[in-house]
């Protein structure tokens, strides 16, 4: 399958100042991350809060701009495209926030706030945009009567249907989910994954959808990505990462899924610590410090990611061939 959006030696770095010495230093959100989504395909992003996850969909659809690396979209790179040629390229790139209800305006109504980004970037005619409105909110699972009501009437799951709604006005073909389904209670996050998947493969989408909870991921995915401190650590198709993990980072991950009886005990690595700061992090593999397995040469040298077989890629030294 063709790719849609590939991203190469991606970095985004935010310079903090200079320390007392002089020495400037940056937050190394995300650092020289490569990866692809092809179309029709939805890949996972996992990883602890602060480890960049959210950094990286925002730098691909260029809301951050990249510190180095390349974005593709559709074989283009538009790394550098100006302001003027990304604004057409956006209707084809859209977001869903973690909170609806801080991303709509509360003096708007839902007709209104899923009508914007049709205005902004005139994908549809004056005339036609109530119709399409109504559609978009019959697809998401609202009634039309609901269509001259404000944010602050719906319940948390609605209000995610509505920016569902909104981030599909203009006919995207990739969208970033952002912690879409984080804040909503398990039963609403099984609603709206469901209603994702199901608009995913109506609207032949491309998705990057991004969690810090690998049982999330799980249910949606195509393809996983594990993200630690900036870096991937692990990528391979879905049943592989859960099959079969290898990071001692993602079986940590796995681990911290609750399992439905709470007499069963599942067995792994546990996470122990925080994440380390994104400034200055750990030299060579970024996840020595909360590693049972570190040994000398991790401290020392970057693993890089490599593929191990079939399409499994890991970067840690105990994968090395
Ligand atoms: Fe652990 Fe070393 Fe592998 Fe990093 S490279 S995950 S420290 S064993």
């Known amino acids: 399958m063709e790719k849609l959006v590939e991203v190469r030696n991606l970095k985004k770095w935010f310079w903090t100042g200079k320390t007392l010495l002089g020495k400037k230093e940056s937050i190394r959100a995300v650092d020289d991350v490569s990866f692809y989504i092809k179309r029709r395909e939805i890949l996972g992003l996992v990883g602890e809060s602060g480890c960049g996850k959210t950094t990286c969909g925002k730098v691909i659809l260029r809301i951050l701009e990249p510190t180095a690396g390349s974005i593709y979209f559709n074989n283009r790179d538009i790394t550098h495209l100006k302001r003027k040629e990304m604004m057409k390229l956006k209707e084809k790139m859209m977001i869903i926030y973690q909170d609806p ?26 005339k036609e945009r109530k119709d399409r409105v109504i559609e978009l909110m019959g697809k998401v699972g609202l009634s039309e009567e609901q269509i001259n009501r404000y944010p602050h009437e719906f319940s948390g799951g609605q209000r995610q249907r509505i920016g569902i709604a909104r981030a599909l006005a203009t006919g995207p073909e990739f969208l970033v989910a952002d912690e879409s389904v984080s804040a909503l209670d398990v039963s609403i996050q099984a609603q709206i994954i469901n209603l994702l998947k199901d608009l995913q493969e109506e609207f032949g989408l491309s998705l990057l959808f991004i969690a810090h909870d690998l049982s999330v991921i799980k249910h949606i995915s195509d393809r996983v990505a594990v993200m630690y401190l900036g870096k991937i650590v692990e990528m391979a198709p879905r049943r592989e990462v859960f099959a079969n993990p290898k990071h001692p980072y993602t079986k940590a991950l796995l681990s911290a899924i ?31 410090t909360r590693c049972d397995h570190v040994m000398e040469i991790c401290r020392d040298k970057e693993p890089e990611l490599i593929d191990s077989e079939n399409s499994h890629y890991i970067a840690c030294y105990l994968f090395s061939k």
């Open 101 to 126: 209800f801080g991303s709509l305006d509360p003096r708007m109504t839902i007709g209104a706030a899923i009508a914007e980004p049709m205005d902004v970037h005139g994908t549809v005619p004056k």
């Open 258 to 288: 609750p399992v439905p009886d709470p007499g069963q005990r599942r067995r792994g690595e546990i996470l122990m610590g925080d994440v380390p700061s994104p400034i200055n992090p750990p030299s060579g593999c970024r996840f020595h």
